[in-house]
């Protein structure tokens, strides 16, 4: 009996630990932005450990610290309020669907989705509100750092006037396409906090047995469902005819198109990749830092290549087939 209390007493803290430290982390991800990869996982983990309802306490926390810190913009808008409502929809939504089991991949693109909505509108609402065009505030600010970048590099161009001008040039370039960059790159930040706080998440709740959720499968063994190829499929070619269109628009939603069809078959070639390590050496520790820091440095040049394995094994399924297993997905 003894024995017993001690156990619970020893859960009722490390319960109220965690709760201690998803209020620290919303705190500090006021200062340091990059921190919401991390810090909804954190709320839905203290949630699970205490009960749903405390996850509201860290986001009432964020929140307060978001109008204490930031003067809101023209109509009373803070983006900050906006973020804070991204990640206690995002933490709910995780523990709710890791709870009840539901699949990682369509996890992490809800995940992905609802991170989405949430940085188009602290982005481009301002300037909305302003009665400007969406991207009016990201194109002003991308404007100064490249007018820093027009000064510094033009000064140390010396007298060279080609080599100025070539600088000129491409941060004029730079600049005209920054409105059909800003949702790829939204996608990608949405993309990236999606997978991060579904895996993070998923580490927290390691060791402790009485929280229940779903099972994910090794990396080298992750795999894009059947059911979402329809839709990639359908996006691409919708994506290809309005650019036969010429729509005016059109260069954006290609480029977005591009982003959401090529990061998960990026992410599916890395696994295969993986798997093709651990299926031919022992010591894979070793070769798995080489191969991954190699990738890295190397990205702009591999990153193509990657899509291409990952469309390869979604179409004809390798892994599965050396193993004689079903396809699998994550």
């Known amino acids: 009996m003894e024995n017993n209390n001690q156990t619970s007493n020893s859960i009722q803290s490390g319960a109220w630990l965690a709760l201690l430290l998803a209020v620290l982390a919303a705190a500090a991800a006021l200062f340091f932005p990059v921190g919401l990869i991390v810090v909804p996982a954190l709320w839905a983990y203290a949630g699970a450990r205490t009960k749903p309802g405390w996850m509201a306490l860290p986001a009432a926390v964020y929140t307060a610290g978001a109008l204490m810190l930031y003067t809101p913009l023209s109509g009373g808008y803070t983006p900050a309020i906006t973020v804070s409502v991204t990640a206690a929809a995002s933490a709910a939504a995780l523990y709710y669907l890791m709870t009840t089991r539901f699949s ?21 609402l301002p300037s909305v509100l302003a009665g400007k065009g969406a991207f ?69 709740c390691r060791k402790r047995k009485e929280i229940a959720i779903s099972p994910i499968r090794e990396f080298r063994f992750w795999a894009l469902p059947r059911s ?7 996006l691409l070619v919708g ?3 309005l650019e036969w269109t010429g729509w005016q628009y059109a260069e ?21 990749v993986d798997f093709l390590i651990v299926r ?19 990205f702009g040049l591999v990153e193509m ?13 390798f892994r599965a087939r050396t193993q004689g297993l079903p396809p699998q997905s994550l």
Not at 252 to 270: A, D, E, H, K
């Open 104 to 124: 990682n991949t369509y996890t992490a693109l809800t995940l992905s989705g609802i991170f989405l909505v949430g940085l188009y509108a602290a982005a481009c």
């Open 280 to 298: 031919s050496s022992r010591k894979t520790t070793g070769q798995r830092t080489v191969t991954y820091v190699l990738i890295g440095v190397l």
């Open 228 to 234: 979402m190829m329809f839709g990639l499929f359908a």
């Open 136 to 204: 009016a505030a990201v194109q002003a600010a991308m404007d100064e750092v490249i007018a820093f970048y027009r000064t510094t590099f033009v000064q140390a161009a010396g007298a060279d006037a080609q080599y100025a001008s070539q600088v000129n040039e491409y941060l004029d370039s730079f600049s005209k396409a920054v409105p059909t960059m800003v949702v790829p790159a939204l996608c990608i930040f949405a993309g990236v906090m999606g997978l991060c706080n579904l895996l993070f998440f998923r580490l927290f």
């Open 305 to 317: 290549p990657l899509m291409l394995l990952g469309g390869f094994e979604q179409l004809f399924h």
């Open 239 to 241: 994506a290809l005819i």
């Open 252 to 272: 954006s939603l290609v480029n977005t198109v591009n982003v959401l069809v090529g990061m998960p078959l990026l992410l599916q070639g890395l696994a295969v």
